[in-house]
C-alpha cells in the first residue's frame, strides 16, 4: 500500500508519499520511481538519482514541500542504518543553513561524472558515524546524510549517483 497524503503546514502545502509498510514491496515498481516523477512534475527538473543502496536498505518516504522548494528522500534499513536526502530547488533567492554540531573527523572531495562532490565525516556521541554529502546540479542543491553505514558504504553511494 503506498499512503498519498496533502496537508498544509504553516500555509505550505506538502506532499507525503510512504511506502513505510512491511507488506509493500518497496523495491517494487512505483514507489522510489513514482517520487522521483513527482519531483520532476513539481520542480520541472528530473533529479539525480541513486544506483546504489546497502543490502537490505530501502526506500522509505518522500515529502515535497512547494513553499520552501525542496523534497526530502528517506532511506532505511530497521533503526541500524539510514540515508536522508533532501534537493533544495534554487527558483528564487534563498538561503540554505546547515548545522552540525558533531566533530567533523575527516573530509574528501570525490568527481562523478564530471560533478563535485564532497563528503564531511563525523563521530556522532553515541560512537556512531554520520557523513554528509553535498554537491549541486541543474540548479538545485543536494544535502544527504548517512547515519550507520561504513566508509565503503557511503563510497559506493556516491559513486553510483546518476546525473542527466
Same mark, same amino acid.
Given at each position: 500500500? !503506498?499512503? $498519498?497524503?496533502? @496537508? @498544509?503546514?504553516?500555509?505550505?502545502?506538502?506532499?507525503?508519499?510512504?511506502?513505510?509498510d512491511?507488506r509493500v514491496?518497496?523495491?517494487? &515498481?512505483? /514507489?522510489e520511481?513514482?517520487?522521483?516523477?513527482k519531483? *520532476? *512534475?513539481?520542480?520541472?527538473?528530473? &533529479?539525480?538519482?541513486?544506483?546504489?543502496?546497502p543490502?537490505?536498505?530501502v526506500? +522509505?518516504?518522500?515529502v !515535497?514541500?512547494e513553499e520552501?522548494? %525542496?523534497?526530502r528522500?528517506?532511506y532505511?534499513?530497521? %533503526?541500524e $542504518? @539510514?540515508?536522508?536526502? /533532501?534537493i533544495?530547488f534554487q527558483?528564487? +533567492?534563498? +538561503?540554505? =543553513?546547515?548545522?552540525a554540531?558533531?566533530?567533523?573527523?575527516?573530509q574528501?572531495?570525490?568527481?562523478v +561524472?564530471? %560533478?563535485e562532490?564532497?563528503i $564531511? $565525516?563525523?563521530?556522532?556521541?553515541? =560512537?556512531? /558515524?554520520r557523513?554528509?554529502?553535498?554537491?549541486?546540479?541543474?540548479?538545485?542543491?543536494?544535502f544527504? @546524510?548517512?547515519?550507520?553505514? /561504513?566508509d565503503?558504504?557511503? *563510497? %559506493?553511494?556516491?559513486?553510483?549517483l546518476?546525473?542527466?
Open positions: 500500500m !503506498i499512503e $498519498k497524503v496533502q @496537508w @498544509w503546514i504553516a500555509n505550505r502545502m506538502q506532499i507525503h508519499l510512504d511506502t513505510d512491511d514491496d518497496n523495491q517494487g &515498481p512505483g /514507489t520511481d513514482e517520487a522521483y516523477a519531483i *520532476e *512534475e513539481v520542480f520541472g527538473v528530473y &533529479p539525480v538519482k541513486r544506483s546504489y543502496l543490502k537490505d536498505m526506500f +522509505s518516504k518522500v !515535497i514541500d520552501l522548494q %525542496n523534497a528522500l528517506y532505511k534499513k530497521g %533503526n $542504518k @539510514w540515508i536522508y536526502c /533532501t533544495w527558483y528564487r +533567492s534563498a +538561503s540554505v =543553513g546547515i548545522d554540531e558533531d566533530g567533523v573527523i575527516g574528501s572531495q570525490i568527481d +561524472s564530471g %560533478n562532490i564532497y $564531511k $565525516k563525523y563521530n556522532v556521541e553515541n =560512537g556512531k /558515524t557523513y554528509q554529502v553535498e554537491f549541486e546540479y541543474q540548479k538545485a542543491h543536494y544527504v @546524510w548517512c547515519l550507520g553505514l /561504513t565503503q558504504e557511503v *563510497e %559506493n553511494f556516491v559513486k553510483n546518476k546525473f542527466f
